[in-house]
């Protein structure tokens, strides 16, 4: 080769020739989309991201941002005032600087929009991973794009470490298929870190570095000296917190997650969740490319054509085993759970079209290609999809949260209907892929790209109803409305049948909420920093024995409270800001009375003594139904009140009961027949909230009017 021959800059004025320009536009386009993908990636998700109203994920959202607000503001691990020993960390330290703004709002829009940057990232590692076992630019691009397409980047809204593990766990099994390709010492220095700072961001991912030492010993299994020769960086590097972790006990490194040590394993309940999670992962992946994926990964797990495959196959058959096993785990020791766990599995849906691109060119796999898709479909027949979105299922898979807002919108067995049909077109192209890849393959990128982003479309869609309702439910048009009152340290009051997550919200957006005080059967919104109380003979809530005394803000979604001896500040969609005015007292209290006015099945009215001690005075109650009810006969039973009422559809009933005692006195309220809601709630009737008008000496009281 002569000197002149070398590629050098084309001096000016000179003209390339048409078929020059054309390469050159060619073999940089792949590039050039691969930024333009992330880019476009980031800026959809941040747009999107202002249509997500508030956090509705707790406790989860709440510890995050807490644990965030505290790095920025004290330099300390602490939430409520109580240490919290929290081993993942990286997304809390990347957002704190955010919280120096000291404006949660700004705050929490800023940390969405890293969130954006950090998922859109992981185009690049999957681009990588498509190349180096064999695919062209353009499959390789259309990976990418699936990568950044699937319904799971609806977690850049979330304050969670899914969106900054995202990318982390996808460039560790890159660094991972690198460095078991070629073992330099660079990238083993990027797989240490990159599966480090994946684990530091999801602990999780700590099984990223066992999986790779496993297949290392593997691979040289009657030539370990020489193994740990080559790969003595990455063995030497992970040693060292290795032994760190056995001194201090993994237990006590585990800190918030040490539970797990006490998880039972049985294997019934292990083998279900892994199956129910193993098939609805097929339906998460788009079903096209499943097929070829599973097969493709298999036949270069056992005889790939080179190193970088056998790589990439181990590095996922491990991933996918280690994640289904923890899922499972997981989903067989928490009590009531029927939820499909997506958000602990979704990583390995971008390895999907890179391992089905291992299948291509592999004549042997059409035949048992077009076996697994008609089983499939066999299966999508015989369990529908849509029969996991009922209750709690949806709440950690956006793909069944997509398929939810289809049925929400077509009706059930319409929406039914569609998804079978959707199913059915995806596995009758996986199966013409298989029989004439020539054509097929463009088909099949381009239709799980297609199905990525309805669904994807879809999941944002119901995110964006569930936060506003979230908000319309539990938060008033100021979110921050107990800070702007301006009443220095806030107590929130917790009676029993409160909802977690409206703790958690006004947690979230009010720094000046310090204490959580929690009254008897009340659940606790996280494990960090509640407190007990109680409610006295005379009224005061009582810590220990000391009564609580400064600003307080009641929760009163299911209970209805009035106290004395405090000034209402402001009365919000479901809850009551309280100044002290000396001691607060408890007055009177209307359990299992609803936001919306109804009575639970078993409701009660409670009122405490006045200062004197006495319990004297008449209860007023208006009861009531709407047109559509049914009537209902009520039982009301207290000391020195025995009365049976029937509330009739469309008609009112204004009760007076007397109550004359020297200490509290609870009136009950027991329906004879039970109405039940759209939303599923059986109640009784409606109720105003309840007033007691104290007297020193009782009056004739007149009858109960209808």
Known sequence: MTFETVHSPVPLGVRLPARVVRDRVVSLSPRLCLVATAVISFAVRVAASFAHGTPRYFPDEYIYSSLARSIAESGRLQIRGAHAHFPALLEPLLAAPFWLTHDPGLAYRLTLAMHALAMSLAAFPVFWLARRVGASSWPALACAVFAVSIPDLVYVNFVTADAVAYPLVLGAIAAAVAALERP????????????????????????????????????????????????????????????????????????????????????LALGHWVAVDSMLLVYAGGIVLVPGAVLGTLAAFVRP???????????????ACALLAEAALYAGNTSGSERFQERYLFALLPLLPVAFLLSVRRERLRLPIVALSSALLL?????????????????????????????????????ALVVLGIVTLLTLVAIGTALRPRFGVAASLLLALVVAVLASAATLSYDFEMSGRTALTYLPRDFEFVDHAHQGNVSVLVPPGTPRPLVSEHLFWNASIKRVLLLPFADAP??????????????????GKQAVRGPLLIEELANSLRLSGAKLVSREVSSSLWRPAGVPRVEVMASDRYLDSWLAPSSSVTVWPDASGSTRGVLHLRLSLPPTARPTPLR????????????????????????????????????QRLNFLPDGRPVSVQSTVPTFVRTLKLRAIPTDSH
């Open 526 to 543: 996280d494990t960090f920093g509640s407190e007990s109380v109680r409610i006295a003979r005379d009224g005061r809530i009582v810590d």
């Open 379 to 415: 299966l999508a027949l015989r369990v529908p999809l849509t029969g996991y979105t009922n209750g709690t299922g949806k709440q950690d898979s956006p793909v069944l949260q997509a398929v939810y807002w289809l049925q929400d919108r077509a009706g059930n067995g319409s929406g």
């Open 184 to 267: 330099t010492t660079r990238a083993q220095l990027l797989f240490v870190v990159l599966s480090g700072l994946a684990t530091f961001a999801r602990v999780q991912y700590v099984v990223l570095p066992v999986i790779f030492l496993i297949i290392v010993l593997a691979s040289e299994r009657s030539h370990v000296t020489r193994a740990i020769r080559r790969y003595r960086v990455t063995l030497f590097l992970f040693a060292l917190p290795a032994v760190a972790v056995a001194a201090a006990g993994p237990a006590r490194v585990l800190g918030y997650y040490r539970a797990v040590f006490s998880l039972s394993v049985d294997p």
């Open 636 to 671: 009301l039973r207290a000391a020195g009140v025995r009365r049976n009422v029937v509330v009739r559809p469309g008609r009112r009933v204004d009760l007076a009961l007397r109550a004359d005692s020297s200490g509290p006195w609870t009136v009950t309220i027991q329906p």
């Open 305 to 319: 054509r080179t190193r970088a495959e056998g790589a990439l196959a181990r590095m996922t058959v491990g991933l």
